[in-house]
């Protein structure tokens, strides 16, 4: 089992070189022994026979050096490959990360190929580990041998899975590294998968009717919405705090479900709309160059607003389906505009009928806003949100 | 959900400060000369105490491996587990006690102590630390994770390293 010290800031990870006897796994480690630069390796260390034969294992430790800022290692072994020492076999295949089946390609070896697999097989399954889940990578060796069974037959009758293969002439030192690299890159993917966050550009901020809308996304919308606020920007950058996240993260979920909404009820935002809407915001600055510059001194681009200017046509288009009485309820009555100036004096200094325009629309913002929201709401209400703030 | 916390190989930061402690002190009253906690799978934990030649990973391995032969050797004699290991050398000798399920303490020390002495401290230290993964166990933790960039760092990493 893979362990994470995150005090150390290390990974460690044992794969374990597999196979039947005088295969050439102990071969394959004294290679990479060989092989790999110093500063990289630990000592080989052998627990061996007399005559060379694996007695319990050879060990070798490995680093690689840092991946994603945690120091990883390979604690590489073998096992014994001789039927005799199953029990042996078992204490070093526990905690596996990653096997190395290492198979002979010697005529007349498939049978103690097959029989050493199966044993494979079994003493995972002792275990826990279910052979197909574990990392597993065969390597077809002593491919130099003249009379080597063909690799096509080797893969039919070793390889049900299908897992990657690779072949190799160990004691020439080929295909010695590119077998432990497909089987340290099958690891590592594993760890990745199961420990690093999903890179920024996956990372959902929010699931909204099964859709996933985007953290980075979001992130430029809160900037986009700040600037078009009309707020000065701090130097560095605006920053918001959690409250104004979930303020911009529910607008910028109904934005999301308006859209929805429109796109099931066919409803499009016209470019005449959408030209009206801009219009609209831009004469409030005397000209549709003025309010350009404007945007261009908050950074924004027309293509920003653009955005907005669809939102709220599409809001506005599907306010008549959801809220019948829409028109009614926004245009303000005469008892509202005299309630509206007499709260608002100080904004409001001259006479009713001199304030009468800008009192009116006033109430009409107020009255819009209250309609917008119970549209909102209504929208909200069957729609299956989750938010990842 | 608790057995397959409990059976994980994550070791945080807060606990490894405190084990690190627990063997310091052992260190000192048993007056050893250095301790190393391996996990059961034979990785080492941490490794404190006189710097020595020896090195520590390969140790790992095989402290790991003769417990784990034991263990076997145990189940034959119908024991349930040897607790203690014991080497003696002429200079150094080697202690190893097992840490609850998932680790084991190592340690080695020379004539200037005695084993009793080792003995009687490695039980209370390897008590100690076996508590402190009890209680991690059980603490609620916020999920650490690896910097996003794992997997791609991963992929350059093997290139270097093996070639492509
Ligand atoms: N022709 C040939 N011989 C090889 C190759 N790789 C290893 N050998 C030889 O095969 C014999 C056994 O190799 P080892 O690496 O000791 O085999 P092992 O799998 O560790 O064997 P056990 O420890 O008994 O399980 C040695 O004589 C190696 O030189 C190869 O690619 N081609
Ligand atoms: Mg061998």
Known sequence: MVQINF??????????????????????????????????????????????????????????????????????????????????????????????????????????????????????????????????????????????????????????WKVPTCEASAFRGEGVFPTLKLTAAIVLDRLNKKYAPKSASDKAIAEVNGHKLLLADFEKFCVTHYRLSGKKE??????????????????????FLIRLAAKEQGIEADEKAVAAQIEGAASKFGSKDNFIKYLKEKNLTEEDYKEEAVNRTLSNKLLAGIIPDHRDRISPK??????????????????????????????????RLQVMEEMYKEIRSEARIKTYL | ????????????????????????????????????????????????????????????????????????????????????????????????????????????FNDQTTIGMVQLYHKEASEKIEKIFEISAKKPRKETKFHEDFGKDAKQKLDEFFGS
């Open chain 2, 1 to 108: 959900m608790d057995e397959f916390k409990a059976s994980r190989l994550i070791f945080y930061k807060d606990d490894i400060d405190q084990i690190e402690k627990v063997i310091d002190e052992f260190i000192k009253k048993s007056d050893s000369k250095c301790s190393i906690l391996i996990d059961k799978d034979g990785h080492l934990v941490t490794k404190r105490g006189q710097s020595t030649q020896f090195d520590p990973e390969t140790l790992s391995a095989l402290v790991a491996g003769s417990f784990a032969a034991t263990r076997e050797m145990a189940k034959l004699l119908g024991e349930t587990e040897f607790t203690v290991l014991f080497h003696k050398g002429l200079k150094d000798n080697i202690h190893l006690s097992l840490v609850g399920n998932r680790a084991i303490l190592a340690t080695i």
């Open chain 1, 234 to 255: 701090p130097p560095g950058g605006a920053k918001f705090s959690r409250s104004e996240k979930e303020n911009y993260l529910n607008i910028y979920i109904n934005n």
């Open chain 1, 7 to 160: 005090a150390k800031k290390e990974v460690s990870c044992k794969i374990v070189y597999y196979g039947p006897g005088l295969s050439g796994k102990t071969t394959n480690l004294e290679i990479i022994y060989k092989k790999a630069p110093d500063s990289n390796k630990g000592k080989m260390t052998s627990v061996a026979t007399e005559g060379d034969r694996t007695l319990f294992f050879d060990f070798l430790p490995l680093d690689i050096g840092k991946v994603g800022g945690m120091n990883t290692k390979f604690q590489l072994y073998t096992v014994p490959g001789q039927v005799y020492y199953n029990s042996t076999r078992k204490l070093v295949l526990q905690g596996v990360d990653g096997v190395i089946f290492v198979a002979n390609s010697e005529k007349g070896k498939m049978d103690e190929n097959i029989e050493s697999l199966k044993n494979l097989e079994d003493n995972l399954k002792e275990q826990g580990i279910n052979i197909s889940e574990i990392p597993l990578v065969i390597q077809f060796n002593k491919r130099d041998l003249p009379d080597a069974t063909p690799v096509a037959e080797m893969e039919a009758k070793l390889n049900p």
């Open chain 1, 334 to 367: 005469e008892e509202q505009l005299r309630e509206v100036y007499e709260k608002n004096r100080d904004k409001f200094p001259g006479a009713f009928d001199q304030e009468r325009k800008k009192v009116e629309a006033q109430a009409l913002k107020t009255n």
